[in-house]
């Protein structure tokens, strides 16, 4: 069976370090579809029901911005889980985010 959109995403969100974190593009990019930043967070909305899980909270908007924490319920779980994983958010922005990012495209 052919995998979807959303499974190469899922796919690629899965093996996002502890610690880490990536864009919507930089998903996009790794599977060869850089306009579909949109269809990644589209993917990640979806996520809460993928098995095995999938870590969408360390997946952010290019800027380091917490902008799919309303897919979260409640809305501050997504900075929750980013602080049990040592990453600091303030004003839902990811500090130090360019040390912190992780881009499928160098790290796989």
């Known amino acids: 069976m ?5 499974d190469q995403v899922f796919e ?14 930089a998903i996009a990019r790794s599977l060869g ?11 990640m909305n979806a996520a809460g ?3 095995p899980p999938v870590p969408a909270h360390r997946v952010v908007n290019s800027s380091g911005l917490l902008t799919g924490k309303f897919h979260f319920t409640p809305p501050e779980l ?9 990453i600091t958010v303030k004003e839902d922005k990811i500090q130090n985010f360019k040390a912190l990012f992780w881009d499928p495209l160098t790290e796989l």
């Not at 052919?2 to 959303?6: L, P």
């Not at 579809?33 to 993917?43: F, P, T």
């Open 33 to 43: 579809s850089a306009g579909s930043a949109r269809m990644v967070g589209y993917a």
């Open 78 to 86: 997504m900075q929750e889980l980013l602080e049990q994983e040592g």
């Open 12 to 25: 690629v969100a899965r093996l996002i370090p502890k610690g880490r974190v990536t864009s919507y593009g």
């Open 49 to 51: 029901t993928a098995h």
């Open 2 to 6: 052919e995998q979807t959109f959303y």
